[in-house]
């Protein structure tokens, strides 16, 4: 699957034309893309460092994948820096708990106008199982700007725990 993400449209982000994103499967791993394109030097890009689990990511630039089926849902980060998370949430933004998960493999590259994010995650899932995902990210200028990026913006304020995100379907 390929696709764009979308800019909110109460935000603006002069430095980045597009956010492209593909997610393919295989068993139980999966490998998501993003490609930022524009000026990535106008970016504010986490220096890469040991890849471990850490909180709060999406206050800066970091890539996120949720997988949803029915009400509960997974949230991934991934920032350009290798550091990651995982939750789990029972419903809209309650039940939050780490999940338990193998480290992704995160792999960076960085460009004078594209910036590749590359993360392998293993996701255990039913094999008959309908999941709902959404795609998204948090983009930080060095001028200080903040930009949000997703698959579908629900109305009102940047929120991708919605389900009403939840656009896109793997069977």
Same mark, same amino acid.
């Given at each position: 699957? %390929?696709?764009?993400?979308?800019?909110? =449209?109460?935000?603006?982000?002069? !430095? %980045? !034309?597009?956010?492209?994103?593909?997610?393919?499967?295989?068993?139980?791993?999966?490998? +998501?893309?993003?490609?930022?394109?524009?000026?990535? #030097?106008?970016?504010?890009?986490?220096?890469?460092?040991?890849?471990? $689990?850490?909180?709060?990511?999406?206050? &800066?630039?970091?890539?996120?994948?949720?997988? *949803?089926?029915?009400?509960? /849902?997974?949230?991934?980060?991934? #920032?350009?820096?290798?550091?990651?998370?995982?939750?789990?949430?029972?419903? /809209?933004?309650?039940?939050?708990?780490?999940?338990?998960? $193998?480290?992704?493999?995160?792999?960076?590259?960085?460009?004078?106008? %594209?910036?590749?994010?590359?993360?392998?995650?293993?996701?255990?899932?039913? *094999? &008959?199982?309908? %999941? $709902? /995902?959404?795609?998204?990210?948090?983009?930080?200028?060095? !001028?200080?700007?903040?930009?949000?990026?997703? +698959?579908? &913006? =629900? =109305?009102?304020? =940047?929120?991708? &725990?919605?389900? !009403?995100?939840?656009?896109?379907?793997?069977?």
């Amino acid at each position: 699957m %390929l696709a764009t993400l979308q800019l909110h =449209p109460e935000a603006e982000c002069p !430095s %980045l !034309s597009r956010i492209d994103v593909s997610i393919e499967r295989s068993a139980r791993e999966w490998t +998501l893309r993003f490609l930022l394109t524009g000026q990535i #030097s106008a970016l504010k890009v986490p220096d890469k460092t040991a890849a471990r $689990r850490t909180d709060g990511l999406w206050r &800066h630039t970091c890539c996120e994948w949720f997988v *949803a089926e029915d009400e509960a /849902y997974c949230e991934f980060n991934f #920032s350009p820096s290798t550091e990651w998370a995982a939750y789990r949430f029972t419903g /809209y933004r309650v039940g939050r708990s780490d999940l338990a998960a $193998r480290a992704p493999v995160i792999d960076v590259r960085v460009g004078e106008i %594209l910036l590749e994010l590359t993360a392998r995650i293993e996701l255990n899932v039913q *094999a &008959h199982a309908k %999941l $709902r /995902y959404g795609a998204s990210a948090v983009i930080e200028e060095k !001028s200080g700007n903040k930009s949000y990026w997703a +698959l579908a &913006h =629900p =109305p009102g304020k =940047p929120d991708f &725990h919605r389900a !009403s995100g939840f656009v896109a379907w793997v069977d």
